[in-house]
């Protein structure tokens, strides 16, 4: 998998080293997460808060969690106890949210705004039209937005997607861009992705 990344990267001119790879470990089974972390992989992402809880808090030293599923405002606290990047922010409430929680509990979390390129009703994330207010009422907020992620339409080609998500990203000045899944990842690395989120393809099926 790793090798496959890099070539996706040096294909687009790009080092290997600026591209993180996101195991998807949401509802695999504690060996197949033990392999995973003796093979060395050391970046995780989740989708839910307490199913992470349950399964990170015994394993949580030297591994870097990323929440990628939808957070609820009822679960800041511990999503910012937990993640080292939140990768999901999506509406005001929860950017208020979170920035109240930050600076009561002093714990510094890497953001990312999820963005609905397809405009999907039944998804999640700021639509387009709106990411450059979004992300200037973050700032406002004092929150520290590290990137865009984005999750294309399974019926559409995911190219022209995270094209516009690196455009949207180069207009405010962002870096990150978490963009790619277990089918798309390298089409993903060629246009800009700074992260991929793989599952299925690095674990196999779901326990």
Not at 89 to 111: G, H, I, N, W, Y
Not at 154 to 166: D, S
Request: negative net charge.
């Amino acid at each position: 998998m790793l090798d496959r990344i890099a070539e996706a990267a040096r294909e687009a001119g790009r080092s290997p080293d600026d591209v993180t790879l996101v195991a998807v470990s949401k509802q695999q089974p504690d060996e197949k997460i033990d392999a995973m972390l003796a093979a060395g992989q050391r970046v995780f992402g989740e989708n839910r808060v307490q199913e992470a809880m349950g399964r990170w808090i015994p394993r949580r030293e030297g591994v870097e969690l990323r929440l990628i599923g939808p957070l609820q405002t009822n679960k800041v606290r511990e999503a910012v106890a937990l993640f080292d990047v939140i990768e999901t922010v999506d509406r005001e409430k929860l950017a208020q949210a979170l920035a109240r929680e930050m600076a009561r509990s002093d714990t510094p979390v890497r953001l990312y705004v999820q963005v609905n390129t397809g405009e999907e009703p039944q998804k999640a994330g700021v639509a387009p039209r709106d990411v450059d207010g979004f992300v200037a009422f973050c700032r406002d907020l004092g929150l520290t937005v590290e990137g865009l992620m984005c999750i294309p339409p399974e019926t559409e080609p995911a190219e022209p997607h995270f094209a516009m998500l690196a455009e949207m990203a180069a207009r405010n000045g962002l870096t990150k861009l978490s963009m790619g899944m277990s089918a798309d990842y390298a089409a993903a690395v060629r246009l800009g992705a700074t992260s991929v989120r793989v599952g299925s393809a690095l674990f196999g099926g779901r326990g």
